[in-house]
């Protein structure tokens, strides 16, 4: 039986990890996932859970931590955002690189420059690289939801990477929406117990971990690891069939709303999916055959699934939440657009960069952004490929 | 039970030959020492920072270490170390690992990886105070690119960042005294020691480090033959005449107390120690005298204070 409540996304990640009881939580804060590690420390203080917590002096040594424990055969996890998540961008790639299935939990947040503490996801896309499986959520139920999947899919056997379970800071971190949750035993049945094949503190058999490669074998690794990200799509499918014969609500890699028969797309991310859903249902009710993908997991990248959900249709605009400076558009832009290159017969597309630093996103400004595609379509004009939304000065905006 | 080097060299090797490490480097005897300060029935963990020994002990496929063995990162060995004892303390409360097995957990470093850029992790590690003992071997520069100058790089040594020239004596400043900030965390236990004579000074310091519950520390200056410039074989003379000058003095603090644990028969002018190495060259060059005079005074200085905490 699940139980209603209502929590925020940062309490109802913590909430599943004090369901899971990880190993060890090495946590430093930093504004908006913050909450987290507080919300655990009172379960650690509380006796709810008996997981080491170390609060550790930066970001940089909570994954350092995390490395540690996880490669001596424990599960290990931690939270953070924005300037925290780049201090860890060193440590990342060697985490996922010695394919240590350390589960992370980001409030996504824009990057420093001027700083801000709101959201946008300059701080995820800019690790998109580093080999970490990357999962986003619309709300805080996904966040939990997504929070349950993570540890199976990371440790599955094919892939061993670890992860980014993604929320939108402040919008999903904070807001305090409804909920159901489950129980903490039906939770730690799902999740199963950890148990790694090789780790340092395996008495029978010592293990090393992180050696000097030469370029006689980096390149293998490296091509093992691109496998192991391969396989993650088919690992992030089979966790989530299980997740919905065990608790009932379903994921895929991307989420298609009313693409059916749609002419024009947005295809987008995290918590502005609800938004430009509420404009998909007002267009439709006018008659305008409008759509939606939502990109659930960013890595690996669902190329394949997205180009075939948006192939039908007539116009396509690719919402990215973070600048990027490839001076041509986002990355969401680029990888979707680029997974289209060979399709038969492929829509018109445009990129949209909006909502950075927590410029807010209303119904209003999806809808603007279809009847740009309007226009698309009937002018066969694109007009500027990429262009910012959602501008002060209002004469630069998408029109 | 008395040391005894032949008894010692008895055991079984932990850190196998076939390494990397140059002839008359300091850190594969340190390896070696270390690991036989570890029990034999005691099982270990080694985490190290990226520097020499690490490419020259972990190059795959081949690894020098008989016991588990973790590389993350240059700056965040402590940090590892902190995630393995938080690991190892875990499994033992769930019943993972056997009550009755004991596994020690060591970190290991240049002075690169500890007194610079691995400062703010081991601070945070002794801070915290995870058990376990953090071998430092300072062989005073970042020698696995190249002899930059590090903080622990003594002053007038001519180092690749730092070198000797008609406008040059070397470096400018003093190095960082990383055995007294250690101290200052509240370490339980701290020791400077190096390679000499019968390696009893570093066992006994090693083992009481490694078996004393909390975060200890072990600064182990470490001679390196590319970096100082001298010949392979004179690796431990050179470290015997860093202890005779008080350069490196060797000495203990247990709980906050200091201990003296040498004290030079004939305390042995600087110039003796700097005389046979090549990075202090310029140093006894027509004009330069004024720099062995310097160094003199600083390693009088330091020495008087260290005698002041001993007594």
């Given at each position: 039986?699940?139980?209603?409540?209502?929590?925020?996304?940062?309490?109802?990640?913590?909430?599943?990890?004090?369901?899971?009881?990880p190993?060890?939580?090495?946590?430093?804060?930093?504004?908006?996932?913050?909450?987290?590690?507080?919300?655990?420390?009172?379960?650690?203080?509380?006796?709810?859970?008996?997981?080491e917590?170390?609060?550790?002096?930066?970001?940089?040594?909570?994954?350092?931590?995390?490395?540690?424990?996880?490669?001596?055969?424990?599960?290990?996890?931690?939270?953070?955002?924005?300037?925290?998540?780049?201090y860890m961008?060193?440590?990342?790639?060697?985490?996922?690189?010695?394919?240590?299935?350390?589960?992370?939990?980001?409030?996504?947040?824009?990057?420093?420059?001027?700083?801000?503490?709101?959201?946008?996801?300059?701080?995820s896309?800019?690790?998109?690289?580093?080999?970490?499986?990357?999962?986003?959520?619309?709300?805080?139920?996904?966040?939990?939801?997504?929070?349950?999947?993570?540890?199976?899919?990371?440790?599955?056997?094919?892939?061993?990477l670890?992860?980014?379970?993604?929320?939108?800071?402040?919008?999903?971190s904070?807001?305090?929406?409804?909920?159901?949750?489950?129980?903490?035993?039906?939770?730690k049945?799902?999740?199963?117990?950890?148990?790694?094949?090789?780790?340092?503190?395996?008495?029978?058999?010592?293990?090393?971990?992180?050696?000097?490669?030469?370029?006689?074998?980096?390149?293998?690794?490296?091509?093992?690891?691109?496998?192991?990200?391969?396989?993650?799509?088919?690992?992030?499918?089979?966790?989530?069939?299980?997740?919905?014969?065990?608790?009932?609500?379903?994921?895929?890699?991307?989420?298609?709303?009313?693409?059916?028969?749609?002419?024009?797309?947005?295809?987008?991310?995290?918590?502005s999916?609800?938004?430009?859903?509420?404009?998909?249902?007002?267009?439709?009710?006018?008659?305008?055959?409008?759509?939606?993908?939502?990109?659930?997991?960013?890595?690996?990248?669902?190329?394949?699934?997205?180009?075939?959900?948006?192939s039908?249709?007539?116009?396509?605009?690719?919402?990215?939440?973070?600048?990027?400076?490839?001076?041509?558009g986002?990355?969401?832009?680029?990888?979707?657009?680029?997974?289209?290159?060979?399709?038969?017969?492929?829509?018109?597309?445009?990129?949209?960069?909006?909502?950075?630093?927590?410029?807010d996103?209303?119904?209003?400004?999806?809808?603007?952004?279809?009847?740009?595609?309007?226009?698309?379509?009937?002018?066969?004009?694109?007009?500027?490929?990429?262009?910012?939304?959602?501008?002060r000065?209002?004469?630069?905006?998408?029109? | 039970?008395?040391?005894?080097?032949?008894?010692?060299?008895?055991?079984?090797?932990?850190?196998?030959?076939?390494?990397?490490?140059?002839a008359?480097?300091?850190?594969?005897?340190v390896?070696?020492?270390?690991?036989?300060?570890?029990?034999?029935?005691d099982?270990a963990?080694?985490?190290?920072?990226?520097?020499?020994?690490?490419?020259?002990?972990?190059?795959?496929?081949?690894?020098?270490?008989?016991?588990?063995?973790?590389?993350?990162?240059?700056?965040?060995?402590?940090?590892?170390?902190?995630?393995?004892?938080?690991?190892?303390?875990?499994?033992?409360?769930?019943?993972?690992i056997?009550?009755?097995?004991?596994?020690?957990?060591?970190?290991?470093?240049?002075d690169?990886?500890t007194?610079?850029?691995?400062?703010?992790?081991?601070?945070?590690?002794?801070?915290?105070?995870?058990?376990?003992?953090?071998?430092?071997?300072?062989?005073?520069?970042?020698?696995?690119?190249?002899?930059?100058?590090?903080?622990?790089?003594?002053?007038?040594?001519?180092?690749?960042?730092?070198?000797?020239?008609?406008?040059?004596?070397?470096?400018?400043?003093?190095?960082?005294?990383?055995?007294?900030?250690?101290?200052?965390?509240?370490?339980?236990?701290?020791?400077?020691?190096?390679?000499?004579?019968?390696?009893?000074?570093?066992?006994?310091?090693?083992?009481?480090?490694?078996?004393?519950?909390?975060?200890?520390?072990?600064?182990?200056?470490?001679?390196?033959?590319?970096?100082?410039?001298?010949?392979?074989?004179?690796?431990?003379?050179?470290?015997?005449?860093?202890?005779?000058?008080?350069?490196?003095?060797?000495?203990?603090?247990?709980?906050?107390?200091?201990?003296?644990?040498?004290?030079?028969?004939?305390?042995?002018?600087?110039?003796?120690?700097?005389?046979?190495?090549?990075r202090?060259?310029?140093?006894?060059?027509?004009?330069?005298?004024?720099?062995?005079?310097?160094?003199?005074q600083?390693?009088?200085?330091?020495?008087?204070?260290?005698?002041?905490?001993?007594?």
């Open positions: 039986m699940s139980i209603r409540d209502r929590l925020s996304g940062n309490e109802a990640i913590a909430t599943a990890m004090r369901q899971i009881n190993d060890v939580f090495a946590m430093f804060p930093i504004t908006p996932s913050t909450e987290i590690p507080q919300y655990f420390a009172q379960y650690v203080a509380d006796g709810k859970v008996d997981t917590f170390i609060t550790v002096e930066s970001e940089h040594s909570s994954l350092s931590a995390c490395m540690g424990a996880e490669a001596a055969g424990c599960r290990a996890v931690t939270a953070t955002s924005s300037a925290g998540l780049a961008n060193e440590v990342l790639y060697v985490a996922a690189s010695s394919r240590l299935p350390i589960v992370l939990a980001v409030s996504c947040r824009a990057l420093t420059g001027p700083i801000n503490i709101n959201h946008d996801y300059s701080d896309m800019a690790e998109r690289d580093s080999g970490f499986i990357q999962i986003y959520a619309e709300n805080n139920q996904e966040a939990y939801d997504n929070y349950l999947q993570a540890h199976r899919i990371a440790e599955t056997a094919d892939v061993r670890p992860i980014m379970i993604c929320e939108d800071g402040f919008i999903t904070h807001a305090i929406e409804n909920i159901e949750l489950e129980e903490d035993d039906a939770v049945a799902f999740v199963g117990e950890y148990k790694p094949e090789h780790y340092l503190l395996k008495e029978e058999n010592p293990l090393a971990v992180g050696p000097y490669g030469v370029s006689g074998y980096y390149m293998e690794a490296r091509v093992a690891q691109a496998e192991a990200m391969k396989n993650a799509k088919r690992a992030i499918l089979d966790v989530a069939a299980d997740f919905e014969r065990t608790f009932g609500r379903k994921y895929g890699l991307i989420e298609e709303y009313c693409m059916e028969d749609a002419e024009l797309a947005i295809v987008l991310m995290g918590s999916a609800g938004t430009a859903k509420a404009a998909v249902n007002e267009l439709r009710a006018q008659g305008v055959k409008a759509g939606l993908v939502k990109v659930r997991v960013f890595r690996p990248f669902p190329g394949e699934e997205i180009a075939q959900a948006i039908h249709c007539k116009a396509v605009a690719v919402l990215d939440k973070s600048e990027g400076f490839s001076g041509c986002g990355p969401l832009f680029a990888e979707t657009a680029s997974m289209c290159i060979n399709l038969e017969k492929r829509p018109k597309m445009v990129d949209i960069v909006y909502g950075l630093g927590g410029r996103f209303t119904v209003d400004h999806a809808k603007r952004v279809y009847r740009r595609l309007e226009k698309i379509v009937a002018t066969g004009e694109v007009g500027p490929i990429y262009s910012h939304m959602g501008q000065d209002l004469r630069e905006d998408v029109q | 039970m008395a040391y005894n080097l032949k008894e010692q060299l008895s055991k079984e090797e932990r850190f196998e030959a076939g390494h990397r490490l140059c008359g480097c300091g850190a594969g005897i390896c070696r020492a270390m690991m036989r300060a570890v029990e034999p029935e099982k963990v080694i985490c190290n920072a990226t520097g020499c020994l690490e490419v020259s002990s972990f190059q795959y496929p081949f690894t020098a270490w008989h016991d588990s063995y973790i590389h993350t990162a240059f700056e965040n060995t402590s940090a590892t170390a902190s995630g393995v004892e938080a690991a190892y303390n875990v499994m033992k409360r769930k019943g993972k056997p009550a009755e097995r004991n596994v020690k957990i060591l970190a290991i470093g240049g690169g990886g007194y610079d850029i691995g400062f703010q992790s081991l601070s945070g590690a002794l801070e915290r105070g995870h058990d376990f003992t953090y071998f430092c071997y300072d062989n005073n520069a970042y020698m696995n690119t190249g002899t930059q100058r590090s903080s622990a790089t003594p002053r007038f040594a001519s180092a690749t960042t730092t070198p000797a020239g008609v406008e040059s004596v070397g470096k400018k400043q003093a190095q960082k005294d990383l055995t007294q900030i250690v101290v200052s965390h509240g370490s339980p236990y701290v020791a400077q020691t190096t390679l000499i004579g019968n390696l009893k000074d570093f066992h006994e310091k090693a083992h009481k480090a490694i078996y004393t519950q909390g975060a200890t520390f072990v600064n182990v200056l470490c001679p390196c033959p590319r970096g100082w410039q001298y010949p392979a074989e004179d690796l431990i003379k050179i470290c015997k005449l860093a202890v005779d000058t008080c350069v490196w003095p060797l000495y203990e603090v247990e709980n906050g107390e200091y201990r003296l644990t040498y004290e030079p028969k004939k305390k042995l002018p600087v110039e003796e120690f700097m005389s046979l190495q090549g202090f060259k310029h140093c006894f060059k027509p004009g330069n005298e004024w720099t062995i005079e310097a160094a003199q600083y390693v009088d200085k330091k020495w008087e204070e260290l005698l002041a905490k001993c007594k």
